[in-house]
Nanobody, 124 residues
Framework: QVQLVESGGGLVQPGGSLRLSCAAS????????MSWYRQAPGNQRELVAG???????TYADSVKGRFTISRDNAKNTVYLQMNSLESEDTAVYYC??????????????????WGQGTQVTVSS
């Protein structure tokens, strides 16, 4: 399987910045999509930003112009630079990845993986 480990969450004041990182490791794989989702208490999990292996990106309207997603394919790592943070950005942020994985039998199959989540709290 492919494991995702997030880091970089924490407490920040409104208007501040944070950078989240998510590193993929495990069985040999080809990762297609890497994304960040978030879930605030009482809300459904929502897509924040996504990036394909070819670097095409997508953003939720609420974060456009403030957040930037990027990836380092050599390191199988995705980043989320969050600027001008607002209290509404407070949530648990989850990393997501999908693609194809090489099985012990030598063939390949699709996979999806989620990270454990990292808390982002925006408060004065």
């Amino acid at each position: 399987q492919v494991q995702l480990v997030e880091s970089g969450g924490g407490l920040v004041q409104p208007g501040g910045s944070l950078r989240l990182s998510c590193a993929a490791s495990g069985r040999r794989s080809s990762i297609n999509t890497m994304s960040w989702y978030r879930q605030a208490p009482g809300n459904q999990r929502e897509l924040v930003a996504g990036i394909l292996s070819g670097a095409s990106t997508t953003y939720a309207d609420s974060v456009k112009g403030r957040f930037t997603i990027s990836r380092d394919n050599a390191k199988n790592t995705v980043y989320l630079q969050m600027n001008s943070l607002e209290s509404e950005d407070t949530a648990v942020y989850y990393c997501y990845a999908d693609g194809r994985i090489v099985t012990p039998f030598g063939n390949s199959r699709s996979f999806t993986s989620w990270g454990q989540g990292t808390q982002v709290t925006v408060s004065s």
